[in-house]
């Protein structure tokens, strides 16, 4: 029976008091009830439980407290859902709330085609030694960036569904980040009296489960610039966790200039990441035809 169903108390008992019925009033209505006994015994001593209800209102109780945990659970949920987007995960203030049916597929379906069943990918696989991503484009406003997070809310609402009470998770599952900002948020940890140190930035990048790396090529080009390139592909490498990456430059067509600013172990690092799963976006800005997308 749920909880509150019975009361305990120690006691003295006979044969014929285990076989016993007694009666009982019910909590809720009032009313009397036959019930018979039911025995616990631990460490030599017996106990008797007595229901504390009828089981019309026992019944109506389970039901009562099976709804009020769904709703504290979908409470929970939502905080959670809420907390990861907007304060966690990284992504654009934009981007935060959209997912695929905010694309227009008909612009790029190839690549909404790719982006949906790499989703598919690490919601029925697992993130674990899955493939990583890269999508490209010569040129802006192709729907890069909104692809990438498209995949990531997805992934973020695929986590919630599986999300147990029992087991809570309160880490953010997706890390979005611009090639960019990252860069600038490491050298800031060069600076005396940063809160953040580099180690702890990496940590974080080995830590998340898919990690989205946005606009890559827009950095300085330098040795710095490759070793850490190479140092966060093999952290995701090593830990056979995804990065889903974006860049205005193509492995294909563009090879020198992004070998000049990642080096040639992180393109060929990203080559066996991807294992194919990279995807030419190259096309008109639709921006000019859909206002905020990108």
């Known amino acids: 029976m749920g909880k509150g169903a019975m009361n305990e108390r120690s006691l003295s008992l006979t044969p014929v008091d285990i076989d016993a019925v007694r009666d009982v009033t019910c909590i809720d209505c009032g009313e009397e009830f036959s019930y018979p006994l039911y025995i616990s015994g631990t460490n030599g001593v017996l106990r008797v439980l007595t229901p504390v209800r009828c089981e019309g209102c026992q019944g109506r109780a389970e039901t009562q407290w099976k709804m009020e945990a769904q709703t504290e659970l979908q409470l929970k949920v939502s905080q959670l859902k809420h907390r990861w987007l907007t304060e966690e995960s990284g992504f654009p203030e934009m981007f935060a709330d959209k997912g695929f049916s905010e694309f227009d597929c008909g612009a790029k379906p190839k690549a909404y085609d790719v982006a949906q069943k790499y989703l598919r990918l690490l919601c029925q696989s697992g993130i674990k030694g899955a493939p990583s991503l890269m999508l490209a484009s010569r040129g802006n406003g192709t729907g890069k960036t909104h692809l990438a997070t498209a995949i990531g809310y997805e992934f973020i609402e695929h986590t919630l569904s599986q999300y147990n009470p029992d087991n ?13 900002e990252l860069f600038l948020r490491i050298r800031a940890t060069y600076n005396d009296g940063s809160a953040e140190t580099e180690d702890g930035i990496m940590a974080e990048l080995r830590r998340v489960p898919l990690l989205i790396l946005d606009d890559i090529g827009k950095e300085t080009a330098s040795e710095h610039t490759r070793q850490t390139y190479f140092t966060i592909l093999n952290l995701r490498y090593n830990c056979k966790r995804p990065i889903i990456l974006t860049s205005n ?46």
Request: include cysteine; hydrophobic fraction near 35%.
């Open 168 to 180: 809570p998770s309160s880490l953010t599952p997706v890390l979005f980040s611009t090639a960019m």
């Open 249 to 294: 430059l193509l492995l294909t067509k563009d090879l020198p200039p992004l070998e000049r600013l990642m080096g040639v172990a992180s393109i060929s690092r990203i080559r066996e990441m991807t294992d194919g799963w990279c995807c030419d976006m190259s096309g008109p800005d639709y921006r000019f035809g859909v206002r905020g997308e990108r």
